[in-house]
């Protein structure tokens, strides 16, 4: 089955920097790239998707990369506020159930 | 609330009970799924459902068990046979392959 491994687990950022986690999974027949924000107590939310074939999808201050090749996928948060503070799963799919990655906890200070 | 329900928000299990989560939703989705969340684990699948009457074990199901009679129900039993079964339970639905995944908001179970 499909394996996804996230990284790093937690990251600490100033309010204002760039934030990058990454994604990799292990299977090639995957096509779709959900991410997920969960803020402590609350369920996780969609926050931006991508299929495979597309590089690049933008909204607003998030991003996320995917490279099929080498079968890695990234999320790109852009002057990062405190509200930003959460963890982020990354997950992946192909055409039966979503896998989800451990998690990264970010922290974004004031 | 996001068309997902998850109850009761709280339970408390005794060593060698059995305890039902219930989930219902009303957002007319086929596919249906029961994850448990621990502290640094992510989120991983223990059973799912894409229709009515059929269900289909994920990556951690010894210990519990599910029903899918209606579209809009998929209650999960913890039974006793689940060793170690303190943890956050998600329930989420799907309205198709590919496609964004809804959360309900959660059941934290402990067993005391």
């Known amino acids: 089955g499909e394996n996804v491994e996230q990284h790093p687990s937690t990251l600490s950022v100033q309010e204002g920097d760039s934030a990058v986690i990454k994604c990799t999974y292990s299977?090639?027949?995957?096509?779709?790239f959900p991410w997920y924000k969960q803020e402590l107590g609350k369920r996780p939310q969609l926050i931006i998707d991508?299929?495979?074939?597309?590089g690049e999808k933008k909204d607003q201050r998030i991003a996320v990369t995917l490279n099929k090749t080498a079968k890695h996928f990234s999320l790109h948060i852009t002057e990062t506020q405190p509200e930003d503070s959460a963890v982020y799963f990354c997950?992946?799919?192909?055409?039966?159930?979503?896998?989800f990655g451990k998690g990264t906890m970010l922290l974004v200070s004031p | 609330d996001g068309g997902i329900t998850q109850s009761p928000k709280y339970l408390f299990r005794k060593e060698g009970q059995n305890v039902t989560l219930s989930c219902e939703q009303n957002?007319?989705?086929?596919?249906m799924y029961w994850y448990r969340q621990d502290p640094g684990q992510g989120l991983r699948l223990i059973y799912y459902?894409?229709?009515?009457?059929?269900?289909q074990k994920g990556d951690i199901a010894e210990g519990y068990s599910v029903s899918r009679e209606k579209k809009e129900s998929f209650p999960l039993t913890v039974t006793s046979a689940q060793k170690n079964p303190t943890a956050f339970y998600l329930c989420?639905?799907?309205?198709?392959?590919?496609?964004?995944?809804?959360f309900g908001q959660g059941t934290r179970l402990t067993v005391v």
């Open positions: 299977d090639s027949a995957s096509n779709y």
């Open positions: 989420a639905t799907q309205g198709g392959a590919n496609t964004e995944a809804f």
């Open positions: 997950a992946a799919s192909g055409y039966s159930t979503l896998t």
């Open positions: 991508i299929r495979s074939n597309v």
């Open positions: 957002l007319n989705h086929d596919a």
């Open positions: 459902s894409q229709i009515v009457n059929d269900f």
